[in-house]
Nanobody, 127 residues
């Protein structure tokens, strides 16, 4: 099982980036997928999650209205569209799989609940 995250880079504040995370080795179309980020010297933190069928999405408060998580199960890929980027969004972004098929009734923001992780892609927002 492998998760490959890509799409990071250097962007000016106010700009946009789209991260992608492709899964290989097995399909995850019935499982939730999430994005987390880790800034230097800080713990890994939740950014967004999407349920297996894409029926529900969840966001950390600071990214609501700016970030959008989506998935294409045919491609076994999850995306994170990031708009109106701020310097505080600078971090390494990780995608992960949470092996639950439930759409609600669970928390989706806990690092320890996720079973598979990608290698991370660096997003740097310059002001």
């Amino acid at each position: 099982v492998q998760l490959q995250a890509y799409g990071g880079g250097l962007v000016l504040a106010g700009g946009s980036l789209r991260l992608s995370c492709a899964a290989s080795g097995r399909t995850f179309d019935s499982y939730a997928m999430g994005w987390f980020r880790q800034a230097p010297g800080q713990a890994r933190k939740f950014v967004a999650a999407i349920s297996g069928r894409g029926a529900r999405t969840y966001y950390e408060d600071s990214v609501k209205g700016r970030f959008t998580i989506s998935r294409d199960n045919a491609k076994n890929t999850v995306y994170l569209q990031m708009n109106s980027l701020k310097s505080e969004d600078t971090a390494v972004y990780y995608c992960a799989v949470f092996q639950t098929s439930l759409d609600y009734g669970l928390r989706f923001d806990r690092v320890d609940d996720y079973d598979y992780w990608g290698q991370g892609t660096l997003v740097t927002v310059s002001s």
